[in-house]
C-alpha cells in the first residue's frame, strides 16, 4: 500500500475508533466497573470483531449485503435485541467489587464484544466504505492484509483509552449509589447511541 494511502487509512481508522458510539460506550462502562485489565478480552472482541467484518467484507461479503437487502434488515433486527440485551446487563451491574461486595454482573467477554460488531449495521457500513477505498483491485488479498493490519495497529490502542478513561472513574464511582446511576445512565445511552441506525437515519 502506498505510503499516502496509508497515512490516510490511519486518519480514517483514528477517527471511526475514537469516535463515540456502542463498543466505546461498552468500554468506559467496563472500565468504571471491572478496571482495565478485566477489560481486555473486551478491547481485543470489539477490534477483532471488526476487523473481521473488514476481511468478509473485502472478500465478497459486501456485495452480497448490497444484492440483498433483506440481509440489511435482518442484521439491523438482530443488532436491536442484542443492544437492548447488553444495555439491561449493564444496569443490572450494581457495585465495582471494591472491599469484597458481591459483584452482580462480570465484565463483558470477548464473544459478547466481537458478536456486538457483528450485529451493528454501522459497523458493515463503514467496513464496505473502508474496503471499497482502500483495497486495490490489481492485488485484492494483498492490500486486504494490508488494511487490516493497519486499522488493527491504529484500532486497538485508541479504543483502549476509553477503558482507560472508565477506570479513572473508578475511585469517584465507588461511593454510595454513583455507580448504580452511571451504570443506568451508560446502558441509555447504549440503546440511544443505536436509534438512529436501527433507524436506518445514518445512511
Known sequence: MPIDSALALMGFAFVMSASPGPGNFLLLTSGANFGFTRSIPLILGISLGFLSMVGMVG?????????FPVLELGIRLACGFYVLWL?????RSRSLGSGGETIVGAPFGFAEAAMLQLFNPKAWTVAIIVTASYVDPSAPRKSLIALVLIFAIVNIPTISIWAVSGTALKRFLDKGSRIVVFNHVMAMVLVAAMIPVLLNVSD
Not at 444495555?87 to 444496569?91: E, G, Q, S, V, Y
Request: proline share 0%; glycine share 14%.
Open 59 to 67: 472478500l465478497g461479503l459486501g456485495q452480497l449485503l448490497k444484492s
Open 87 to 91: 444495555a439491561l446487563k449493564i444496569a
